[in-house]
């Protein structure tokens, strides 16, 4: 028995190990024949062991003589933000290989060959096994392909319209105001240092989208419109958020609505490994808060979507977007089919429901998320970066001033304003905000294993991608690609943003006026058009430039080269929903205020009302670093891009009482 036991220890390892290295000299043999670059790694980067193992031999394999080698860099899961254009770099070309055990990756920063993937959706489909973890409460319209894909993207597209921009613009306005009170707290002056923008700005978005979307009005902390006291409903969260309006909820909720979606989110990674039947009974804290969140999160869909199926049954209407009842109403349920009996005396089938109702929740989910993590990423990132680059601030507030006036926010216009923000330096920052920041660092597309051999041209010439590889969209590496943008000298060559990555440009800082192409108009006082539009995709004619304004004003990048919002026929369907949202909130903190980064590491605010410029310029340029050294190394995503670790102060001031002005 123990010679067994002895043997099935020696021989299982010995196996495996076998196997794993006839695979990988397979798949070398399969990158070879492509033609391309390829670099060959021991393992895949999500190899379990590997996962399990990282933080204890990663450290010890970077001491080692091989420590500078590019197979050792892409062994990291977040190698494409920590690399970013390095890697491209190195191998002196824009699209490579990986070879691996498990699979091959076929890796671009090649705005080109971008174009050719995203145009050719039959020929490079999404992975959808990738997406797994977006089908927590059913499949919908991100984690299908084909005509599966079809059906749900005509169901779910009605809603995103202009008319329901006007309301994602008036409830950004109105939660930006709250979000602004409780952060300068009566404060005439000066805020305190603000520690919790990130997690503000994820309550922020989650407000606007459950109310713009799903008609849950939800009041700010302290809000001076309704305070701080539970309405009707009971459900006020453990943060103070209370619903206002709206759905009423059941009784036996053990956690708030925002709550159980925050926390969800939060705990995410114990769903994506492991069996639900497992994380049920686990003893641990963070795994019973996961599927705690989970089940919540649950019944507060099942109820937002029992509650509308009841308003369509009864011909009770909700007013703005209204996602869920687009998404019942889609799906075949109407006031008829809701009242015919389950039988006839003919014994007439009933009609067919378009999507099923783990379906419809499936997509409800899919917008919540990304309609709330996309937008309040770019709305944190852009205070963090504009708090760094003060000239662009200013510029920003002299650009609001001429399109808002003295007009009270009240009287801001959607149809006439917004596209004037997103024509000039506004839309400028978003637009650099979400190129340094885009909402996820790669975009999965795949060949399947039975396709045959998809080519592709590189530069000018075909190369054969073969079967089963799995392909990266690197939005972070053609965002950086020098090739593609126009750039200048780094702002400090001796002390450079990232420390590989284009050292000898200013690709990797944040200047939004790298987007206007006639800055001396919007610094004399021009507007950009007011009537420039977003170009638009449909499902037989894909977008030029996915999330580029229109106005002549802007750069407009190659197509493939700017793809935050994905590219062709797979962009994303709320990009519009985002942009409205971001530049109304943006526009609402920095028509009043200013944003400066805290210098509490380093000062009282008493020393540096002593300081002279010199060294008031010292503290503050020592905050900047220990940003921008934050966001390099403690960024990381699940979902979407976020700083995972730590947290960047921030303090709000009354323009004209800065502090700081470089």
Aim: aromatic share 10%; hydrophobic share 40%; charged share 20%.
């Amino acid at each position: 028995m123990l010679s067994t036991i002895i043997v099935t220890l020696f021989v299982l390892p010995v196996t495996y190990f076998v196997y794993s290295y006839w695979c990988l000299y397979r798949n070398i043999v399969a990158a070879k024949a492509t033609g391309l670059t390829y670099v060959v790694i021991p393992w895949n980067n999500l190899n379990i062991l590997w996962l399990l193992s990282r933080p204890f031999l990663l450290p010890c394999l970077k001491v080692l003589p091989f420590r500078d080698s590019l197979w050792l860099a892409l062994l990291s899961i977040d190698w494409p933000w920590l690399e970013q254009y390095t890697i491209f770099q190195r191998l002196g070309c824009d699209s490579f290989m990986s070879v691996s055990p498990a699979k091959n990756y076929f890796h671009t920063a090649d705005a080109a060959v971008i174009d050719q993937i995203t145009r050719r959706r039959n020929d490079f489909p999404k992975p959808v096994e990738v997406y797994g973890s977006l089908e927590l409460y059913g499949k919908n319209v991100v984690s299908t392909e084909g005509n599966q894909w079809k059906h749900h993207r005509k169901t779910v597209s009605p809603p995103f319209n202009e008319k329901n921009n006007r309301m994602v613009w008036l409830e950004s306005i109105r939660q930006a105001q709250a979000m602004v009170r409780g952060w300068v707290r009566g404060q005439t002056e000066s805020s305190p240092t603000v520690l919790t923008v990130a997690d503000d700005c994820m309550r922020l978005s989650l407000h606007i989208i459950s109310h713009a979307g799903f008609g849950v009005k939800m009041d700010w902390p302290g809000s001076e419109e309704k305070g701080e006291q539970p309405q009707a409903n009971g459900h006020l969260s453990k943060t103070g958020d209370a619903l206002s309006n709206g759905p009423d909820f059941g009784p036996d909720h053990k956690m708030s609505y925002t709550d159980a979606l925050h926390s969800l989110l939060h705990n995410m990674i114990w769903i994506l490994i492991l069996p639900m039947n497992l994380l049920k009974y686990l003893p641990f804290q963070g795994t019973k808060r996961s599927y705690d969140s989970y089940v919540e999160w649950g019944k507060y869909l099942r109820e937002l979507f029992n509650n509308k199926r009841n308003d369509i049954a009864t011909g009770k209407g909700q007013e703005g977007m209204d996602l869920m009842g687009f998404l019942l109403k889609g799906a075949g349920i109407t006031p008829s089919s809701l009242s015919q009996p389950t039988s006839s005396a003919e014994n007439r089938p009933q009609p067919k429901q378009l999507l099923s109702d783990t379906e419809i929740m499936g997509n409800a989910f899919v917008f919540l998320l990304a309609g709330h993590e996309t937008a309040a990423n770019s709305i944190h990132f852009s205070c963090l970066y504009l708090a760094l680059r003060l000239s662009s601030q200013r510029r920003l507030q002299a650009s609001l001033d001429r399109i808002f006036d003295s007009r009270p926010m009240s009287e801001w216009d959607y149809e006439k304003d917004f596209n004037a923000l997103f024509g000039g330096m506004a839309g400028a920052v978003l637009a650099e905000e979400l190129r340094l920041i885009p909402p996820v660092a790669a975009i999965p597309k795949c060949v399947l294993p039975n396709a045959p051999p998809q080519p592709l041209e590189i530069n000018n010439k075909t190369f054969n991608i073969p079967p089963a590889t799995y392909i990266n969209l690197l939005s972070v590496a053609v965002h950086r690609n020098p090739k593609l943008w126009p750039s200048g000298p780094p702002s400090d060559p001796e002390n450079p943003v990232h420390p590989t990555s284009n050292t000898d440009n200013d690709l990797e800082e944040f200047r939004p006026e790298r987007w206007l192409r006639d800055l001396s108009s919007i610094d004399n006082g021009g507007i950009a058009d007011a009537d420039a539009k977003t170009t638009e995709h449909t499902e037989d004619a894909p977008n030029t430039a996915t999330g580029v304004n229109a106005s002549t004003n802007l750069h407009r990048p190659p197509r493939g080269a700017y793809i935050p919002f994905s590219e062709g026929y797979r962009a994303c369907l709320g990009r519009r929903f985002a942009q409205v949202e971001v530049l109304a909130v943006l526009a609402v903190i920095f028509k009043n205020y200013s944003v400066e980064l805290s210098v509490d590491k380093y000062a009282t605010d008493e020393e540096v009302a002593a300081m002279g410029e010199n060294r008031k310029r010292e503290v503050w340029e020592k905050a900047g670093k220990d940003m921008l050294e934050l966001m390099r190394e403690k960024m990381g995503m699940i979902f979407t891009m976020q700083l995972r670790e730590g947290k960047v102060g921030v303090r709000l001031v009354k323009r004209g009482a800065e502090r700081f002005n470089y």
